[in-house]
């Protein structure tokens, strides 16, 4: 167990519609990242908040947003949602950002089906 | 962007043998990490080791040992003594260390099959 808790496990939805996943980091990390994993692809980094603020934007698209709150958890919103967009999405955390020794800690994921 | 290159999709191994897992990478940065990750069934990603680019000994974990050559962006990974708990996709992954968003850079993994 990774410390890292992401909600739902499991998510089955239809085209158009929007939906949140949320990922609790562990304690005292401040940094959170998310990333995609289509089937049998590796992971593709989404984006990444620390404290509450965006640090980094990889490929993530236009119709998918984050936050981090206060408390440091964070919520990953999909909305228009397409049959591509299929995928077991995964959160990490870390303490901190950039230099060195930074671990990240990855949840369980969260696997979303668009039907 | 960096890129990371897995170009074994499949590999197979004896129970109790050894197998080698390669990855290259391209990067312009001199100081960087590499990982590789395990990914059995229940798909939660594992840390299976580390190494930091600016050691230039080989990091182990046990059975698990990785081959870097820095010059010639290679990272393998060997499995020695392989055992059927061991079976999983493994996936080689970058991270920068640079003081920018820190995130991995994936390869496409290999999965790995254990035949008792």
């Known amino acids: 167990d990774s410390g890292v808790t992401q909600t739902p496990k499991h998510l089955i939805t239809a085209t158009g519609q929007r939906v949140t996943l949320r990922c609790s980091p562990r304690?005292?990390?401040?940094?959170v990242y998310w990333y995609q994993q289509s089937l049998d692809q590796g992971l593709q980094f989404l984006i990444q908040?620390?404290?509450?603020?965006?640090?980094a934007k990889g490929n993530i698209l236009e119709r998918f947003s984050a936050q981090q709150f206060p408390d440091l958890h964070s919520e990953l919103n999909l909305s228009s949602l397409e049959l591509g967009d299929s995928a077991l999405y995964f959160c990490?955390?870390?303490?901190?950002?950039?230099?060195?020794?930074?671990?990240?800690?990855f949840g369980p994921g969260t696997r979303l089906t668009v039907t | 962007a960096q890129t990371v290159t897995q170009s074994q999709p499949e590999m197979s191994v004896q129970e109790a043998e050894t197998v080698t897992l390669s990855c290259t990478y391209d990067?312009?940065?001199?100081?960087?990490?590499l990982f590789w990750y395990k990914q059995p069934p229940s798909r939660q990603m594992i840390l299976v080791i580390r190494?930091?680019?600016?050691?230039?000994q080989n990091a182990t974990e046990n059975r698990f040992s990785v081959n870097f050559q820095k010059a010639a962006k290679s990272f393998s990974l060997k499995i020695s003594d392989s055992q059927l708990g061991d079976a999983a996709m493994y996936f080689c992954?970058?991270?920068?260390?640079?003081?920018?968003?820190?995130?991995?850079?994936f390869g496409t993994g290999t999965s790995l099959t254990v035949i008792p």
């Open positions: 190494q930091e680019a600016y050691k230039q």
């Open positions: 990490a955390s870390s303490v901190g950002y950039g230099g060195r020794g930074y671990e990240q800690y």
């Open positions: 992954a970058y991270r920068s260390s640079i003081n920018t968003g820190n995130q991995f850079y």
């Open positions: 304690s005292g990390d401040l940094s």
């Open positions: 908040y620390y404290n509450g603020e965006e640090r």
């Open positions: 990067t312009s940065e001199s100081d960087y990490y």
